[in-house]
Nanobody, 125 residues
Framework: QVQLVESGGGLVQAGDSLRLSCAAS????????MGWFRQAPGKEREFVSA????????VYADFVKGRFTISRDNTKITVSLQMNSLKPEDTAIYYC??????????????????WGQGTQVTVSS
């Protein structure tokens, strides 16, 4: 069973930055894409960003475009999310996920194969 471990969450003020990282326990894993999702209290899990492993194409939710940047490390199964200009509405638990095979719509959480436990991001106003 593959485990994904997120790190980098914390409590920051509006306008600050955080960098989240996610590492897979497997040395090798067939990976089509890795993504970040988030879930705020009382809300459904929502897509944040994803990156295709081959080629590095990225996808972002509209509400993070220009503020968040996703990147991957091809030498290991690791994905990062650089979050700048954080807002209180970014407060949520952030989860990383792996999609092993082709998926046309990377925003669909139900189609991902492995999930991390999540890391809390809290942005105070």
């Amino acid at each position: 069973q593959v485990q994904l471990v997120e790190s980098g969450g914390g409590l920051v003020q509006a306008g600050d930055s955080l960098r989240l990282s996610c590492a897979a326990s497997a040395r090798t894993l067939s990976t089509y894409a890795m993504g970040w999702f988030r879930q705020a209290p009382g809300k459904e899990r929502e897509f944040v960003s994803a990156i295709k492993w081959s080629g590095g194409d990225t996808v972002y939710a509209d509400f993070v475009k220009g503020r968040f940047t996703i990147s991957r490390d091809n030498t290991k199964i690791t994905v990062s999310l650089q979050m700048n200009s954080l807002k209180p509405e970014d407060t949520a638990i952030y989860y990383c996920a792996v999609r092993r095979y082709f998926l046309r719509d990377l925003t669909r959480a139900a189609e991902y194969d492995y999930w991390g436990q999540g890391t809390q991001v809290t942005v105070s106003s």
